[in-house]
C-alpha cells in the first residue's frame, strides 16, 4: 500500500515536471503577438483621399510582406483641398493636421499629395496656352510657396519626420469635361495641359531638392507605362518615369495623352492605378524609410 502510493506520487511528479517543460517551450516556440504602429499621415487632396479610402497602402504592403504598419489619413486626406486652403488653415486644415500628429506621436512619415486643384482651378480660369513661361513659372512657384507652408508645418510638429511630395500623372481635359463638364480656359489640348502639369511638377522637384526631409516622387508616365495607350502603345512599352536622384526621363511615358484605362475620368486613378503609385514610392523611399530588407 506505501509502495503503491510513493509510486503514485512519483508519477504525478513527473507529469507535473513535464507538464511544465512543456509550457516553457510553448512560450518560447510561440510567436508573440505582433501590434502594428501607426508610422504614415496621409495628407492632401482627392489623390489623397483615394490612397487612404481604398487602403492602398495596406495592399502594397500585403504585396511586400510588411507588418506592423499602421496608415492614418481619415481626416487629413480631403478631395477638392488645394495648396493655397491648406497654407491659410482654410476651416482648420492645418489645425487638424496638428491635432492628427499629436495624437499619433509614432507617425513619422507623410505621404502629401497636393497642388493638383490649384493648378486645375488655374487652368478653369485662365488660358495657359497664351500664359507667357515667365507667368507659368510665378504661378508654379506660387502653388510650391503653399506647399512649402504644409511641409512646415508637418516639421514644426514632427521634427523627425521624412514627407513625400507624392506628384500627379498625366491628365485628359476631354475625360475631365465629359465627367464633371469643367473646362478648361482657351481649350489647351492633352499635351499642352500635362506640359503645363510637368512645369509644376519640375518646380515641386525644385522644391524638395531645396527643403531637407522632403523629397518627391516623379510619376508622370507612369500609367501609360502599366496599362498602356489605348490603340497608340502596348503596356510596358513607353518610358517609365525617372527615379531619383536624376528623375530622367522627366517625364517619362507621352504627354500628349492622358493616363488611359488608369485614370478613366480624367483626373482620379483607379484602384489599381493607386496601387502603382504608391508602389513607386515604396522603391525608392519608402522601402528605407520603414526599415524594409527589399
Known amino acids: 500500500m506505501i509502495i503503491l502510493l510513493e509510486s503514485d506520487a512519483h508519477g504525478k511528479s513527473t507529469m507535473i515536471h513535464q507538464l511544465k517543460v512543456f509550457i516553457l517551450l510553448t512560450l518560447l516556440l510561440t510567436p508573440l503577438p505582433s501590434y502594428a504602429v501607426d508610422r504614415i499621415l496621409v495628407v492632401g487632396d482627392s489623390w489623397a483621399a483615394g490612397v487612404a479610402g481604398f487602403r ?3 495592399q502594397v504592403f500585403e504585396a511586400r510582406g510588411i507588418e506592423g504598419v499602421e496608415v492614418v489619413g481619415n481626416k487629413t486626406a480631403i478631395g477638392g483641398s488645394r495648396a493655397d486652403q491648406w497654407a491659410t488653415n482654410h476651416q482648420g486644415k492645418l ?5 492628427e500628429l499629436e495624437a499619433h506621436p509614432t507617425i513619422d512619415i507623410v505621404h502629401l499629395s497636393i497642388g493638383g486643384n490649384d493648378f486645375l482651378n488655374h487652368c478653369f ?7 507667357t513661361p515667365e507667368t507659368r513659372t510665378e504661378k508654379w512657384e506660387a502653388i510650391c510657396s503653399d506647399i512649402e507652408k504644409i511641409v512646415e508645418r508637418i516639421l514644426q510638429v514632427r521634427p523627425g519626420a521624412r514627407v513625400l511630395l507624392c506628384d500627379y500623372d498625366f491628365l485628359d481635359p476631354k475625360k475631365i469635361g465629359e ?3 469643367l473646362h478648361a480656359k482657351g481649350a489647351p ?3 499642352e495641359m500635362n506640359a503645363a502639369l510637368v512645369e509644376l511638377g519640375r518646380s515641386k522637384l525644385a522644391l524638395a531638392r531645396r527643403i531637407d526631409r522632403l523629397e518627391y516622387v516623379q510619376n508622370y508616365g507612369l500609367l501609360q507605362f502599366h496599362f498602356g495607350i489605348e490603340g497608340m502603345a502596348e503596356p510596358k512599352t513607353v518610358p517609365f518615369p525617372g527615379k531619383p536622384p536624376d528623375y530622367a526621363p522627366f517625364p517619362g511615358g507621352n504627354t500628349e495623352y492622358g ?3 488608369g485614370m478613366p475620368d480624367g483626373v482620379h486613378p483607379t484602384p489599381e492605378g493607386y496601387f502603382r503609385i504608391v508602389e513607386n514610392c515604396f522603391d525608392p523611399f519608402y522601402a528605407v524609410w520603414l526599415g524594409s530588407s527589399e
Open 56 to 58: 492602398i497602402f495596406e
Open 95 to 99: 489645425d487638424v493636421l496638428t491635432s
Open 125 to 131: 480660369k485662365n488660358d495657359i496656352t497664351e500664359a
Open 179 to 181: 465627367t464633371y463638364g
Open 189 to 191: 489640348s492633352t499635351g
Open 259 to 261: 493616363s488611359g484605362v
